[in-house]
């Protein structure tokens, strides 16, 4: 016969799985209890301890204020998408009603100084495009050779660059531009591989690394298919 001692020894030990299963197989203990639940004290980083009616009502509070702020997220994420849809969309149509590419290019410089900045420009690969003499697009055509140094150095692996460009590097892509502090640079096309769409701004500080680039995406993609309207692709 075993003795008391060894019983005890034997009896199963309760760690926080065991009573988290038991309470999930008997969820009418509290009800069962409802005294005890009440005078169950919680420990509490500033109050010292709270009863666990209080303890469960402030994490509800806690989970509503997040469902709260990630429907403001979600909003404002609409109003956004909603306003960056307005202007893709009047862009669009402002850029197809060109009647030449000199007039598209202007039409796109001008609506870069309506939001502020100093100017919008592109360069196209010279090996995607036929842009050789006789054609009039010559000053359009950038070596990619050229380009490389420059894609290595501030693009990387990534589709875009936000912020500043040194002397060397603004001749080679802006050689007319004058006291550029940041630029926007996007690689065109789907692959990257048709040419340079920048937005530039006198201000060092204006563009800069954590910007959101959707606005950049777009246009980026789209700009070719307008420019083939003029231009042959090889």
């Known amino acids: 016969m075993k003795n008391v001692g060894e019983q005890t020894v034997n009896a199963p030990l309760l760690d926080d799985e065991a009573v988290s299963n038991w309470l999930l197989q008997n969820p009418d203990f ?32 806690n989970h509503i204020s997040q469902l709260e702020e990630e429907i403001t997220l979600l909003m404002e994420h609409s109003v956004a998408n909603q306003q960056l849809f307005e202007q893709l969309l009047a862009l669009q149509g402002r ?10 290019l202007s039409r796109l410089h001008r609506w870069a100084r309506e939001l502020g900045l100093a100017g919008a420009n592109v360069r196209l690969f010279s090996d995607r495009w036929r842009l050789n003499a006789p054609s009039s697009f010559t000053q359009l055509a950038l070596s990619r050779h050229a380009f490389e140094p420059v894609r290595i150095q501030r693009l990387g692996k990534h589709q875009h660059y936000l912020g500043s460009l040194n002397g060397p590097e603004l001749l080679l892509l ?20 048709l040419g340079v769409l920048m937005f530039s701004s006198r201000d060092s500080q204006h563009y800069h690394t954590g910007m959101g680039t959707d606005l950049l995406d777009h246009l980026a993609t789209m700009l070719p298919a ?7 692709r090889v």
Do not use: C, N, Y
């Open 30 to 61: 509290f009800i069962r209890h409802a005294r005890q639940v009440e005078q169950m004290r919680i420990p509490h980083p500033v109050r010292g301890t709270v009863s666990l009616v209080e303890w469960q009502l402030a994490r509800q509070r």
């Open 95 to 104: 850029l197809a009603s060109a009647d030449s590419l000199e007039d598209m």
């Open 174 to 193: 802006l050689p007319q531009a004058k006291q550029i502090g940041s630029v926007a640079m996007s690689l065109m096309g789907e692959q990257g591989d």
């Open 226 to 232: 307008l420019f083939a309207r003029w231009i042959e």
